[in-house]
Nanobody, 115 residues
């Protein structure tokens, strides 16, 4: 089992920044993929960004150039730096961990972009 703890969500004005953190614990393997998904009210959950243990990244088109995902293998952690936030970025953000065919999800952290 893998446990994921997210932090860093909150309320921010349009154009502002937030940094989300996700700490993984439990049965961690050296080869994995971590990432962030989000779900806005009334919408389906969607991919935001992923990163592998080797550093390969993937981003949704809607966040390219504004969001940056990173990881710290020593800390089993992933981060999402979100800049130039827009109201449409408002959602619950979920951290995910995938390795050896198993997929784990965090509880989610609310991000609200509003003036």
């Amino acid at each position: 089992q893998v446990q994921l703890v997210e932090s860093g969500g909150g309320l921010v004005q349009p154009g502002g920044s937030l940094r989300l953190s996700c700490a993984a614990s439990g049965r961690i393997f050296s080869i994995y993929r971590m990432g962030w998904y989000r779900q806005a009210p009334g919408k389906q959950r969607e991919l935001v960004a992923t990163i592998t243990s080797g550093g390969y990244t993937n981003y949704a088109d809607s966040v390219k150039g504004r969001f940056t995902i990173s990881r710290d293998n020593a800390k089993n952690a992933a981060y999402l730096q979100m800049n130039s936030l827009k109201p449409e970025d408002t959602a619950v953000y979920y951290c995910t961990y995938y390795s050896l065919g198993s997929d784990y999800w965090g509880q989610g952290t609310q991000v609200t972009v509003s003036s």
